[in-house]
């Protein structure tokens, strides 16, 4: 699907759009269907017919009410003019899905409309591409295995600022960490899990915490083998490796909307 999918299925905060979006004045957002995330992950199609992702904060809007038209090729060039006014440049698309990207406030920002001809059904998603402010500071794992209580977060790996430890913390009986197979083959257990945390997030998408915990591992050693979403976001999974001091030691990060899951696993 052209444009961002992850609202579709994850939950939001009612929010409010730029006041200089630029639609037409007698097209009005409904607000209830209005969502923001600080960051997320859109992706664009363009000119040639390939698509870029933009990271940055995110809104959603699933319902603009506006005048019925005979079709959205019609209900295209109602929105268009507005748009280009606020300045707004189109990139490609029709009126099944239009990409319009502008500069604004010393960044960029990409907006894909999704015009229908009912009143009550046009759509649109919108990126201002933005840094990452979330941060984490992981410190190194010891040269000798941490053993923390079940109660206790894992040493190498707090949890995200404001995230909270969820009910269900157990060990790992029965569990394995996998990695890709090789030329497309079936997955491969690297370890067996020896420890499971998990926490409610202070992230509503996936694809925060995944970054976020991504950046950090990378800057305190960690070897990032895997990071990838469903096609949807809803699901972001992060595999990672350490392997200094003698140690052999594999992460899991399995990343949902509000939440996520930690798998630890180290090798004799």
Not at 87 to 100: K, L, R
Not at 206 to 232: F, I, M, N, P
């Amino acid at each position: 699907m052209i444009g961002l999918a992850m609202l579709l299925a994850a939950p939001g905060r009612a929010a409010t759009l730029p006041t200089d979006l630029g639609l037409p004045d007698d097209a009005e957002p409904n607000g209830k269907s209005i969502v923001a995330y600080d960051f997320a992950v859109g992706r664009f199609a363009i000119a040639d017919g390939s698509v870029v992702d933009k990271r940055g904060h995110y809104w959603a809007v699933a319902s603009i009410r506006h005048a019925g038209f005979d079709d959205a090729e019609q209900a295209l060039a109602y929105f268009r003019p507005s748009l280009e006014a606020a300045g707004w440049t189109f990139v490609a698309g029709s009126g099944e899905a239009a990409t319009f990207t502008r500069p604004h406030d010393g960044t960029e920002q990409w907006l894909t409309l999704v015009p229908r001809a009912k009143p009550t059904s046009s759509s649109l998603y919108l990126v201002e591409m933005s840094p990452q402010r979330l941060r984490v500071t992981l410190p190194t794992p010891s040269s000798r295995p941490e053993r923390p209580a079940l109660d206790e977060d894992l040493p190498y790996l707090p949890p995200l600022p404001a995230a909270r430890g969820a009910a269900a913390v157990a060990e790992g009986a029965g569990m394995n960490i996998s990695r890709a197979g090789s030329d497309g083959g079936p997955p491969q257990v690297v370890a067996k899990v020896d420890a499971v945390r998990e926490y409610l997030a202070p992230t509503r998408a996936a694809v925060q915490t995944s970054a976020v915990y991504g950046a950090a591992l990378k800057t305190s050693g960690w070897q990032v083998r895997e990071e990838h979403c469903t096609d949807d976001q809803v699901r972001c999974r992060l595999l990672a490796h350490w392997t200094r001091d003698g140690r052999d030691l594999w992460l899991v990060i399995d990343a949902t909307p509000g939440a996520y899951r930690v798998l630890s696993a180290e090798q004799d």
